[in-house]
């Protein structure tokens, strides 16, 4: 585990709030555009914090998931991910949840998966729809049961940070991997995250 937990500027979070409350309706499907748009540019709003003033603390070869925002007073959750150089996360989804995952500093590859559960006849199937190389601004939806993904962090050398929004409280996911007969089969994990040291609850 960290060692210690960073503090995170609070006027940079207060503002992703602000602009994530004017943009985010609930008669909406969530996580739309207009989101997007709101969020593209919140990499270059004062007090952002950078990937490298978070790892000092992290285990290496470990994500780090910080939270900014749970869902007790509003509809979403909003979290900070650390991703360590040359991470290459598992295949995973979130249950059905919708959610929006921005880069915020160094690069991403988001990777999207087609799942095909498995029938009384068929076996499941992943199949890879979209690789998408991200930089700061650069953003992915994601959300249903028919799809999963992952991020990946091409860089063998600097940290990756992104910001999530999910528009439920994340605790588990299910992840998909392929067994010694190359069949795919999937489990669930626990989510495990940190508060930022001002938010310590
Ligand atoms: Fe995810």
Redesign the pocket.
């Known amino acids: 585990m960290p060692d210690s937990t960073p503090a995170i500027d609070q006027a940079w979070i207060n503002q992703i709030i602000h602009a994530i409350d004017q943009n985010l309706r609930p008669q909406d499907t969530a996580f739309q555009a207009q989101l997007r748009l709101a969020l593209m540019d919140a990499h270059q709003v004062e007090g952002c914090p950078r990937a490298s003033q978070l790892t000092a603390a992290s285990k290496p070869g470990v994500v780090r998931r910080l939270t900014l925002l749970e869902n007790h007073s509003r509809n979403y959750d909003l979290l900070l991910l650390v991703w360590p150089p040359g991470y290459r996360g598992e295949i ?3 249950a059905g949840q919708m ?1 929006l ?1 921005i880069v915020l500093d160094g690069q991403l590859v988001f990777e999207t998966f087609a799942v095909s559960p498995a029938t009384a006849d068929t076996a499941m199937t992943l199949l890879l729809l979209n690789e998408a190389r991200q930089r700061p601004g650069d953003a992915a939806h ?1 959300g249903g049961t028919q799809h999963a ?1 992952r ?1 990946i962090n091409p860089s063998e050398s600097q940290a990756s940070l992104s910001l999530h929004i999910y528009s439920r409280h994340v605790s588990q ?1 299910r992840f998909f991997f392929q067994d010694s007969m190359g069949n795919w089969q999937s489990g669930t994990c626990d989510l495990v995250a940190e508060s930022p040291a001002n938010l310590s609850r």
């Open positions: 995973h989804d979130h959610g995952e994601f993904h991020c996911c």
